[in-house]
């Protein structure tokens, strides 16, 4: 009892450290945004964001990776294996150099299809080339040398890499100022992103090098046993991590393929603040991967299906997805006046289907596995009622007051961004409730629920975003990423709840209705910023600060009286306690 309350302590604490860092981080980015849009054109922010939109497929061979250094450095080092260390590094960086070196190589390559897909400009394609491949190199180096960072995650000193990072990151926006004050433009941002990987790394080492002093590396040590734990180990996370990034950066894709650089940079202006939001909430879901581990399954009713049988449920999950995706599709104008017979009768088909397969997996569901009403089971309920109330509270506020803030941050040239700003907050609390539940799923090594979940998402998305983008531009393409991410977190829960063996009235109760506790004070906030609208950045910010203040006051007064228990309100004031001994602690 004693350990699991541990674990419990070591949760919150954890998620509070984690989103504090995060925070930080994001928001000085943010804080970035306007200075770099006053001294680029909307085309070379879109470019800048299209870089890291391909950087981020390469990253997909990091995932793995980086949980393979942090378990087995964890283990090794609490065995006082430092030479296993040794190896892990080593192999995990020859692995990562021939994974970058693939990487850059066929980027080379597909320069001029990149070219053409993105619709840049003949006299841009130099620049643009330069800068691509640019980014690449210095991510590559990133990626090949991440293997010290991790390892010093390993060895739990999350702290000190968090202090490095911080650091690096603040001395990479310093060099951003500078070099666009001297007229670098955007060669400056590649400039200032080398200058950070290359003091991060070596910093990395350094620290790590004086934990572990013999730490090495040599081709010698490159081992096929370390290389087995990189691919069977870090096989799983990988493909779930892959998934992930893949989905984030379709919206942009599909947007900038088809709109253009101009409306890609307009989408990434709307979903900066979002997505700094999202980034501060996931940053508080880690420690539920370990506390799962920690607690352990206690199946009531524990099934091992064949990989045929797994197969054969994904497919069906994903015709699932896409006859009801179909149906509102069919009546779109642009989809409608294709078909061959009355757009009506396609529906009821479409929708027919859908329910004949949606009562398959509801029959199959009986014969699912069930884990019995234990810990994990209060832990995925108590993971989702604080996450989403927290998540609620952000977003909330984001979506009410989303026209001020956009004036108040870029300006007001940028108003359409505010309602592309609106559905990505709705699209992002969707895919954040489904986060505690996705953490738990891993910790036990049931990673199939997570992949059903990625699944559905991404049938959606695949389905909806291109017939919105051509029917509604920019404007379509948030609404769609809002519906195809609500809908597949209601698929989720569906499939999630009889595992854990909960109601939907409890989870209604427990977590649903609490996390709408913010709309009351939030729609005070969109009425009062209707009824009175800020024209200037000036105005807007002041209508942020006092708008903003007075949600978060009246908010945590109405959850503190009308949704916290006792015991709730006790934990609150014991977090407050730890963190603030914790930060005293490490200054």
């Known amino acids: 009892m004693d ?45 800048w964001s299209l870089c890291f939109i391909i950087l981020s497929y390469a990253s997909m061979g990091g995932f793995g990776v980086n949980s393979t250094y942090i378990r087995y450095t964890a283990r090794y080092h609490a065995e006082g294996q430092e030479e296993q260390i040794s190896r892990l590094l080593s192999t995990g960086i020859a692995y990562m150099l021939v994974f ?44 090949i040398l991440g293997g010290f960072r991790f390892i010093i995650a390993g060895m739990h000193e999350i702290a000190k890499e968090k202090q490095i990072a911080t650091f690096a990151g603040l001395l990479e926006i310093g060099a951003i100022i500078v070099l666009l004050l001297y007229g670098f433009g955007i060669m400056g941002l590649l400039y200032a992103y080398a200058l950070r990987v290359i003091l991060e790394t070596l910093s990395y080492r350094k620290y790590a090098k004086t934990k572990l002093p013999h730490l090495r590396i040599s ?70 991967l370990p506390a799962a581990s920690h607690l352990e399954a206690s199946w009531e009713k524990e099934v091992q299906n064949a990989p045929a049988t797994r197969i054969r449920t994904y497919g069906k999950i994903a015709l699932l997805m896409f006859a009801a995706g179909l149906t509102p599709v069919i009546f779109l104008p642009s989809v409608a006046e294709k078909l061959p017979f009355p757009s009506l009768t396609a529906a009821i088909l479409s929708a027919g289907a859908a329910t004949a397969l949606f009562l398959i997996l509801k029959k199959q569901r009986i014969n699912d596995e069930q884990l019995k009403k234990g810990e994990l089971r209060q832990l995925y309920l108590n993971g989702l009622r604080y996450t989403n109330i927290i998540s609620s509270t952000i977003f909330f506020y984001l979506a009410a007051s989303a026209m001020p803030l956009i004036i108040a941050w870029v300006g007001p040239q940028y108003r359409e961004a505010a309602i592309i700003m609106i559905c990505l907050s709705i699209a992002y609390a969707a895919q954040l409730s489904t986060g505690p539940g996705n953490m738990i799923f891993r910790g ?18 695949l389905l909806w975003l291109p017939a919105a983008i051509k029917s509604c531009a920019l404007i379509g393409a948030a609404a769609s990423l809002a519906a195809a991410s609500t809908t597949s977190a209601l698929f989720f829960f569906w499939r999630s ?72 309100k006790q934990k609150a004031g014991v977090l407050l306690r730890f963190t603030s001994i914790s930060r005293s602690k490490n200054q």
């Open 497 to 568: 709840n009889y595992t854990f063996q909960t109601t939907f009235r409890e989870i209604l109760g427990h977590t649903l209705l609490p996390a709408l506790v913010p709309l009351v004070p939030a729609s005070l906030v969109y009425a009062a910023t209707s009824l009175f609208p800020a024209e200037n950045r000036l105005a807007a910010i002041i209508t942020i600060l006092i708008s903003g203040t007075l949600y978060l006051l009246l908010t945590v007064a109405m959850l503190w009286i009308m949704v916290l228990t006792h015991d709730e």
């Open 100 to 143: 970058c070196l693939i990487f850059c190589t066929a980027l080379v390559i597909s320069m001029p299809l990149v070219h053409q897909i993105f619709r840049i400009a003949a006299e841009a394609r130099a620049s643009a080339t330069t800068i691509i491949i640019g980014t690449a190199i210095v991510f590559s180096l990133e990626l």
């Open 219 to 288: 081709t010698k040590l490159v081992n096929r046993e370390h290389l087995k734990l990189f691919f069977v180990f870090g096989g799983k996370v990988q493909v779930l991590g892959a998934g992930g990034i893949f989905l984030t950066a379709l919206d942009r894709l599909f947007v900038t393929a088809y709109l253009g650089l101009a409306s890609g940079g307009l989408l990434e202006i709307g979903r900066k603040l979002p997505f700094t939001a999202k980034k501060i909430a996931e940053s508080a879901f880690g420690p539920f």
């Open 444 to 461: 036990i090594n049931r990673n199939g629920r997570e992949f059903e979940y990625m699944l559905a998402q991404l049938v959606l998305i």
């Open 3 to 47: 350990k699991n309350e541990t674990v419990q302590k070591k949760i919150a604490g954890n998620a509070l450290s984690g989103m504090a860092a995060t925070s930080f981080y994001l928001v000085t980015r943010l804080l970035l945004t306007p200075f770099l849009l006053s001294h680029l054109t909307l085309e070379e922010f879109g470019l």
